[in-house]
């Protein structure tokens, strides 16, 4: 299983597409709701910030439902690109208030926030063409807005499923994030290492143990010296979409380990997971799919699948290689279904 390409659908427009659009339409208040999908914030953060900030809904309905008015749409914007930067919340909040309603003697001037130096340079990524839920991941990720980036990441994997989500959220934003780190001096690690904390957490959450009788489970694992176990637990959250079940080993799994773990379990299939070429062992790999198990005469052995960028180079005979989660996802289907495969005793 390769690692997945920032492929996805562009940004949607549908009202600005919609004939005969009242130019008045976009004076019409937005619910929390609303904005919140628009400012890629949840709708809780939005709330947080009325509360500890003053930042709050110019109208209320009934006294209770929220309105947001134009102008607290540009006052939010503000305090969003203040907060991607690096400012403080309390701090963005006050120069997102003072932009919208600068203080006499100051109007046609513009009220930047106070000069935080280099290390609080813009936190803007670059996306490319993506879904615009990636966009409001980003950003909340950037603004380390923990509450609102599990909310859209349990909303993507609710709307999309896990290969969708994975290949076209998750991917893209964290590859994203991963440039950034890199082009910017090691900076914005800590956005790397929430994000991921995250997707991790929405991942596991999708994968319900599976009760399902048949074939041996599906064996995950990292090779040794391999530490990035993310690609396999969106895997192992697909397979268990699927109700298939799974042992997931997760990190570094030592040789030996591996291999006891496949005469215990006759799995139908393992699935070695390799990010680096420094990491990915062929040798290995072939002892796994030689491990046999079972009486004399009747012998099994499970179909290996190779996945990362570290097993590029010429095909193995006998393993599998998938491009993609959703190709991995067919072929350990299909493995499950048929069982381990003979070998003679």
């Known amino acids: 299983m390769s690692q997945p390409s920032a492929s996805g659908d562009s940004p949607r427009g549908e009202a600005r597409d919609r004939p005969g659009r009242s130019a008045k339409a976009a004076d019409v208040p937005l619910t929390t709701g609303a904005l919140a999908r628009r400012l890629g914030v949840s709708p809780t953060t939005l709330r947080s910030w009325d509360r500890r900030y003053g930042i709050g809904?110019?109208?209320?309905?009934?006294?209770?439902?929220?309105?947001?008015?134009?102008?607290?749409?540009?006052?939010?914007?503000?305090?969003?690109?203040?907060?991607?930067?690096?400012?403080?919340?309390?701090?963005?909040?006050?120069?997102?208030?003072?932009?919208?309603?600068?203080?006499?003697?100051?109007?046609?001037?513009?009220?930047?926030?106070?000069?935080?130096?280099?290390?609080?340079?813009?936190?803007?990524?670059?996306?490319?063409?993506?879904r615009q839920e990636c966009r409001g991941l980003a950003r909340a990720a950037v603004r380390l807005d923990a509450p609102a980036v599990e909310e859209l990441l349990t909303a993507v994997v609710e709307q999309y499923g896990v290969a969708v989500a994975w290949q076209e959220v998750m991917v893209p934003t964290l590859h994203a994030v991963g440039r950034k780190w890199v082009s910017s001096g090691d900076r914005y690690v800590e956005v790397e290492h929430l994000l991921s904390w995250h997707v991790s957490t929405a991942l596991r959450r999708r994968t319900p143990p599976s009760d399902r009788q048949g074939a041996g489970p599906v064996v995950l694992a990292c090779v040794p010296g391999e530490q990035h176990t993310l690609p396999i637990e969106a895997l192992n959250a697909g397979l268990g979409e699927l109700r298939l079940p799974t042992r997931m080993f997760g990190?570094?799994?030592?040789?030996?380990?591996?291999?006891?773990?496949?005469?215990?379990?006759?799995?139908?299939a393992v699935v070695l997971w390799a990010q680096a070429r420094s990491t990915a062992s062929l040798p290995l790999a072939r002892h796994v799919a030689d491990t046999q198990w079972g009486v004399k005469g009747a012998r099994r052995r499970p179909l290996v699948v190779l996945g990362g960028p570290g097993w590029s180079g010429p095909s193995v005979r006998g393993m599998l290689r998938p491009p993609s989660l959703q190709h991995a996802l067919d072929i350990l289907s299909t493995a499950y279904r048929e069982g381990p495969s003979g070998s003679p005793a």
């Open 57 to 130: 809904p110019a109208v209320r309905a009934d006294g209770r439902h929220r309105r947001w008015t134009p102008q607290d749409v540009a006052v939010l914007e503000e305090m969003c690109r203040l907060t991607s930067s690096g400012v403080p919340p309390a701090e963005a909040a006050r120069a997102a208030r003072e932009t919208a309603d600068p203080p006499p003697g100051t109007v046609g001037t513009t009220v930047r926030p106070p000069d935080r130096g280099p290390s609080h340079a813009a936190g803007a990524l670059s996306l490319g063409d993506v």
């Open 251 to 268: 990190a570094a799994v030592p040789a030996e380990a591996l291999a006891a773990a496949v005469r215990r379990l006759g799995p139908s």
